[in-house]
């Protein structure tokens, strides 16, 4: 399909919305569709593995993560939400190896970012490794209320538009 910014904005507003609804499957398709016509919005990208992951196709979400990981020059926020979507990905699928090493991989773009440290936290919780969950979940609380008291500037990674990758209704921040 040619490039056409106009019908991948269409297809992604329209599975935006689809996500504010809950309403995976039909979301990944217009985010599919978005993605496909206009594949330089990053954040399209990003509401797609969220649909993805929502609709319970996780291996999915991680390649097309990982397709957008490879390139450089992505900015760093959007890397990190990359990073933690697919280790929430990896979560799902078991593979809590990756799961952490992308966890990992966010926190080291975004040190003091709130939703890395939670979905790490979440990932040590689920693993059985109770007491390092809860002192990354203190971490984290402490992290956003820095951030909402007015710290350096927003710690939290988001991917634009008012989409679920910005914390919109479908967002997976907490949930690894």
């Known amino acids: ?7 991948g904005r269409k297809h992604a507003i329209r599975g935006r919305e689809l ?9 990944a398709e217009a985010l599919a569709a978005a993605v496909e016509a206009d594949p ?21 979400a991680i390649t ?24 929430d990905a990896w979560a799902r699928t078991g593979d809590f190896e990756s799961a ?5 991989a966010a926190l080291a773009l975004r040190p003091a970012d709130s939703d890395c440290l939670n979905a790490l936290a979440a990932l040590r919780c689920k693993q059985g490794r109770l007491k390092e969950g809860l002192a990354l979940f203190v971490a984290a609380a402490r992290a956003e209320r820095q951030r909402t008291a007015g710290g ?6 988001g991917a634009g538009e008012g989409g679920a990758a910005e914390g919109g209704a479908g967002s997976t921040s907490s949930d690894p």
């Open 100 to 104: 952490e090493a992308d966890c990992r």
């Open 152 to 157: 350096a500037g927003s710690a939290r990674s």
């Open 64 to 87: 097309a993560l990982s397709a957008i990981l490879e390139p450089l020059g992505i900015p760093e926020d959007l890397r990190a939400a990359a990073f933690r979507l697919r280790a």
């Open 40 to 60: 330089q919005r990053l954040a399209d990208h990003l509401n797609l593995a969220v649909a993805l992951i929502g609709a319970g196709e996780p291996r999915q």
């Open 19 to 27: 996500l504010r609804r809950y309403r995976y499957r039909e979301a």
């Open 1 to 7: 399909m040619a490039r056409d910014p106009l019908k």
